[in-house]
């Protein structure tokens, strides 16, 4: 089975300034069917659902403001908030979903305002 | 605009049965999507449990495959979550959520339902 791995599992950034946020997983997530990295990273701000924010690692969401983005490919991947909001407080998930049906997530990163 | 509402009994006691249902409005559950349930035990990260197609084909997640049900009522378009022999580490919110046929994700979810397993 794909680990999937996020790190670190918390980071604490000042408003305005860039947050990084890392997603490793254990087998290569590339599909050459699709020529795309199957891999996905979801908002989950306190008490709600997530939300979709990238998906073939580096399509942003309709509606997702531009400061996000993704990057990455083959097993490492990196989720990139240019210029820090408060409403980003949240905790972000990566996902494969390279090896469908079994989707997995990671273990999610925490990230606060410093 | 696609909306998802789970519903349930949010208690249940331990060796019974989960059943949730999961409503779709703004789309038609027997579109080109799949239907997932997503599970967050307090604190945790979240699980993939399965998911359907409005077909009846259903996929499951390997270490609950055992335990897990999902179908589809298209008539009244939603889908349902049962899970036998629950205990304490069934405790969890439980979400529904789309997945379009454009990429394997989750673009829509619902608010999800907390279920606790207690006696």
């Known amino acids: 089975d794909i680990v999937v791995t996020q790190s670190p599992d918390s980071l604490a950034v000042s408003l305005g300034e860039r947050a990084t946020i890392n997603c490793k997983s254990s087998?290569?997530?590339?599909?050459?069917?699709?020529?795309?990295?199957?891999l996905a990273w979801y908002q989950q701000r306190p008490g709600q659902p997530p939300k979709l924010l990238i998906y073939?690692?580096?399509t942003r969401e309709s509606g997702v403001p531009d400061r996000f983005s993704g990057s990455g490919s083959g097993t490492d991947f990196t989720l990139t908030i240019s210029s820090l909001q408060a409403e980003d407080v949240a905790v972000y998930y990566c996902?494969?979903?390279?090896?469908?049906?079994?989707?997995?997530f990671g273990q999610g990163t925490k990230l606060e305002i410093k | 605009q696609v909306q998802l509402q789970e519903s349930g009994p949010g208690l249940v006691k331990p060796s019974g049965t989960l059943s949730l249902t999961c409503a779709v409005s703004?789309?038609?559950?027997?579109?080109?999507?799949?239907w997932s349930w997503v599970r967050q035990p307090p604190g945790k990260a979240l699980e993939w449990i399965g998911e359907?197609?409005?077909?009846?084909?259903?996929n499951y997640n390997p270490s609950l495959k055992s335990r897990v049900t999902i179908s589809v009522d298209k008539s009244n378009n939603h889908f349902s979550l049962k899970l036998t022999s629950v205990t304490a580490a069934d405790t969890a919110v439980y979400y529904c959520?789309?997945?379009?046929?454009?990429?394997?994700?989750?673009?829509?979810w619902g608010q999800g339902t907390l279920v606790t397993v207690s006696s």
């Open positions: 959520a789309r997945t379009p046929q454009r990429a394997s994700v989750h673009d829509y």
């Open positions: 703004g789309d038609s559950i027997s579109s080109s999507n799949w």
């Open positions: 359907i197609y409005h077909s009846g084909s259903t």
């Open positions: 087998q290569s997530v590339f599909s050459s069917s699709h020529n795309k990295n199957n």
């Open positions: 073939w690692a580096s």
């Open positions: 996902q494969q979903y390279y090896s469908t049906p079994q989707y997995i």
